[in-house]
């Protein structure tokens, strides 16, 4: 009986003497992009994500508020591009040029010279073009460059087919929202948003190599779309940001830094309302440098 008692007593002291879990989170490193957030003013909304590829965040600012995401989204998009069409990347995307016509929702919102631009360099690309021309913009004009993303978003069905799309690739993405085509009114539907939780998920599984129902090929090749130039320590670095100066003024840096040594998964967000129109490009300027230094205490060498 009473060795019945002492039993579970000794588990449980046993239990009690373990120690809790080392915290992830780096209180120095936070509280520093607290501080450059904080020298933004109260004006501006902020969301900062840095963790190991799916693993828990070092840093985690707003990680699950909503925010203007930009052209950064389309990270998701060319995931589902690519994943659509893994033995047909260098083949044309079967129907760009119904795509591309007019009075197509995706391009209609388009001057017509813009649409006839677009049409020259998308109508007759291959995926993998498509894909680079929406990400990097090598190439191509502004207007091409969001036109190749709403080519991307009509095929999959419009923004809320693609949306769907997304949100059933990993319930770790469902932070992503797909309201309206790129550069269509961000009132009308709804501005496209993310949270950094979710931005950090579709990173980081490219920077694993592993994404749920995507073929190796999709992924390679969605990996060499994101690929920039080394930086200064010789990681390799893959990004795509977004930059808005219409209101709210938005500007994301997301992406990973990789070497023998590790890798981090970066997500920085930054938004301000209600800035004066003449004031907009002022005020992006001012975000863009932020983003940048913030990006920077992330990944920096020492962490």
């Known amino acids: 009986m009473r060795t019945a008692v002492l039993f579970p007593l000794l588990l449980l002291g046993a239990a009690c003497a373990v120690p809790p879990p080392t ?4 209180p120095a490193l936070t509280a520093h992009v607290e501080a450059a957030i904080a020298e933004l003013g109260p004006g501006v909304r902020a969301a900062v994500w840095l963790s190991p590829p799916l693993g828990s965040p070092r840093v985690a600012i707003g990680t699950d508020e909503p925010m203007p995401v930009a052209s950064a989204i389309k990270v998701g998009y060319l995931v589902e591009l690519f994943a659509a ?3 047909a990347l260098d083949a044309p995307l079967p129907d760009a040029a119904v795509l591309l016509a007019d009075e197509h929702p995706a391009v209609a919102h388009f001057p017509a010279a813009m649409r006839q631009t677009a049409r020259q360099a998308l109508a007759t690309a291959s995926v993998r073009r498509i894909g680079e021309a929406m990400i990097t913009g090598k190439g191509v004009d502004n207007a091409t460059y969001n036109i190749a993303a709403n080519v991307v978003t009509a095929h999959f069905g419009g923004p809320a087919g693609l949306l769907a799309k997304l949100h059933a690739r990993d319930p770790s993405w469902r932070g992503l929202q797909v309201r309206r085509y790129m ?3 961000r009132t009308v539907h709804g501005d496209n948003e993310a949270t950094a939780r979710s931005l950090a998920a579709v990173h980081g599984m490219l920077a694993r190599g ?6 190796a090929r999709a992924i390679a090749a969605a990996r060499a779309v994101l690929a920039r130039a080394d930086d200064p320590t010789g990681r390799k670095v893959f990004a795509k940001g977004g930059s808005l100066d219409s209101d709210p003024v938005t500007r994301v840096e997301g992406g990973w830094h990789e070497s023998t040594g590790g890798t981090l998964v970066h997500v920085v967000m930054l938004s301000q309302s209600g800035v004066a129109a003449g004031e907009r490009a002022a005020a992006g300027k001012r975000l863009a440098a932020a983003a940048k230094r913030i990006e920077q205490m992330l990944v920096s060498e020492r962490r």
């Open 23 to 26: 915290p992830q989170i780096d």
């Open 85 to 87: 069409f893994p033995d």
């Open 210 to 215: 592993s994404v749920p129902g995507v073929d």
């Open 183 to 185: 550069l269509a009114d």
